[in-house]
């Protein structure tokens, strides 16, 4: 009998210090991260920081937004209204110097941050798993590459987040996939010389826009125009008001948190033909800015393609598309009236102003 409970006592030991016991911590997972690494992270994360750009709305995209605890910038005024919850998640200084004493003190068990080494071994030394999700590939030379590489960092959220976030990763890319097809179907057979121009803001400045295989490149391709910014350098550049002019675009899309007035309202735009025959357009914004690494991309390249081609786009509801959307992904019911505010980049009604898209480097 004694020799039965002195073994009892021992499994019970054993078992008590292993990966399964009580006292072991979470259960943990090893993840590659986009940049390459592998990284211990846990299986069902539970307090999560968001200092990577659009990761909270990727979070809120694959139904674990409960489980985000700060970020780094404050969110559009759509996701707090579509997200109540978002008022009691912290809001940290800056996201360039991570206070790891907050983080830690918040119980943060997943960061997902930029490729920053310093920052990143300051966080990991402390015991915080960071998982990168953009590549160090540069910009993506085909369309195909870029869809496939956005879907890959749709998945990697999904594969860290847990099982529930990874089937919804998948009906997502899934989704994605069609709606782009959709839209390419029709501007796939217009020729260059049939495509509209258009000149993209994309930061805080009327000069701000993108080079060629960027973002914005990729988008206004899909939707059937051409970007007169094309044959700058990759990623975030500076045009002239030189450049500008000598461009003078057919259209032109305000993204970013520029308001539409600061182009048509400055008189050094006169000249420009989207400015003479009032093309000038906010960009669409919901959970996150439509054009800027938003998983409502899809629904920019529809709105950008009926914009630039209302005849080839007819049968297009982009109203129903959106509300189709929001139900499927966010299970939130849009009224007709806030679809029609999120198409003309308005906030919800009785928003107060001030608060929005911001935070501090």
């Known amino acids: 009998m004694r020799i039965v409970v002195c073994t009892a006592a021992l499994f019970l030991a054993f078992f008590s210090h ?46 674990e937004a409960d489980k985000v605890a700060a970020m780094s910038i404050r969110q559009p005024p759509w996701a707090h209204k579509i997200n109540p919850g978002l008022e009691n998640i912290v809001v940290m200084p800056s996201y360039s110097n991570p206070d790891v004493e907050r983080m830690l003190s918040l119980g943060i068990d997943l960061v997902f941050y930029w490729q920053w080494p310093q920052q990143t071994r300051h966080m990991t030394n402390a ?45 997502y890319c899934a989704y994605y996939d069609t709606s782009l097809r959709r839209v390419l179907s029709v501007t796939e057979k217009i020729p260059e010389s049939r495509r509209p121009t258009v000149y993209y803001i994309t930061g805080r400045s009327i000069f701000s826009t993108q080079g060629s295989y960027s973002l914005a490149y990729w988008l206004v391709e899909m939707a059937g125009g051409r970007l007169v910014s094309r044959t700058l350098p990759p990623g975030f550049v500076d045009a002239s008001m030189e450049q500008i002019l000598a461009w003078d675009p057919e259209v032109i899309l305000v993204g970013g948190i520029m308001p539409t007035e600061g182009v048509m309202s400055d008189p050094r735009w006169k000249p420009v033909r989207a400015v003479r025959s009032k093309r000038v357009y906010p960009c669409p914004e919901g959970i996150f800015l439509w054009g800027h690494g938003s998983s409502e991309s899809p629904l920019f390249v529809m709105w950008l393609a009926k914009l630039l081609h209302p005849e080839k786009f007819r049968d297009l509801d982009l109203e129903r598309e959106t509300k189709e959307y929001y139900q499927r992904f966010y299970h939130y019911r849009l009224a007709n009236e806030e679809v029609r505010r999120i198409l003309q980049r308005i906030p919800p009604e009785g928003w107060k102003q001030g608060v929005g898209i911001g935070g501090n480097p």
Not at 18 to 41: E, H, L, N, Q
Not at 135 to 154: A, C, H, L, Q, V
């Open 127 to 171: 015991g915080i798993p960071v998982v990168c999700p953009c590549d160090d590939k540069g910009s993506p030379t085909t369309r195909k590459e870029f869809m496939s590489r956005y879907k890959d960092e749709i998945r990697l959220y999904g594969d860290v987040l847990g099982a529930r976030a990874k089937k919804t990763a998948a009906s």
């Open 18 to 63: 292993s990966d399964g016991g009580c006292d072991a911590g979470p259960a943990m997972k090893t993840v590659t991260d986009r940049y390459g690494k592998k990284i211990r992270v846990p299986v069902e994360p539970k307090r999560i920081a968001c200092f990577f750009g659009p990761s909270y709305e990727k979070v809120f995209l694959l139904g």
